[in-house]
């Protein structure tokens, strides 16, 4: 058999190879080539949440909006609300402690036996989780109170929302 038969099929694949190795060094200069284009546009992804909200510009109504007697309100309603929740979420985790730490049996038993009132035992027992209903309560007027804050204010901040928003549209 002479070579060039014998080489046929290595000739084929390297010239498979060489073709897929010339497409694949196009590729390779395309994606350079983009690359270059948009490096800079890619370097913002490195950037912290911060820095790009620095990069941001700012209206020059910003600093009137941010001191708006309505979005001061508001702002200070909503860190009203988050501390009323974590008050509350409190004093729930310590209603159910003092639950599950509760011990009536033996004074159930006692009325039982007609050894003691039942009122006197229920009071008893009531007035031990009434502090914790009487805080609750505490906060719910406050929360209330904070929600009229800001259905107050919320007619204020539309209209600045309203007018921003007209501002950006033109």
């Not at 350079?32 to 913002?44: I, N, P, Q, R, T």
């Not at 979420?89 to 036996?113: R, S």
């Not at 505490?138 to 107050?152: C, H, L, N, P, S």
Request: negative net charge.
């Amino acid at each position: 058999m002479p070579s060039a038969s014998l080489n046929a099929q290595f000739k084929t694949q390297l010239n498979d190879y060489h073709s897929k190795a010339q497409i694949a060094m196009q590729t390779d200069k395309t994606v350079e080539d983009k690359f270059a284009v948009h490096g800079d546009s890619l370097k913002l992804l490195n950037k912290t949440k911060n820095e790009l909200s620095a990069l941001i510009p700012q209206s020059q109504d910003t600093k009137e909006i941010s001191q708006n007697p309505a979005v001061v309100a508001i702002k200070q309603a909503l860190d009203t609300f988050d501390q009323l929740k974590g008050q509350r979420q409190k004093i729930l985790e310590e209603g159910v402690q003092k639950c599950q730490n509760h011990n009536a049996v033996e004074d159930l038993m006692l009325v039982n036996a007609s050894q003691a009132d039942k009122g006197t035992v229920f009071d008893k027992h009531v007035a031990e989780f009434r502090s914790i209903y009487t805080e609750i309560e505490t906060i719910e007027k406050k929360r209330a109170e904070t929600q009229g804050v800001v259905t107050a204010n919320m007619g204020g901040f539309g209209a600045l929302v309203s007018a921003s928003q007209q501002d950006t549209s033109k």
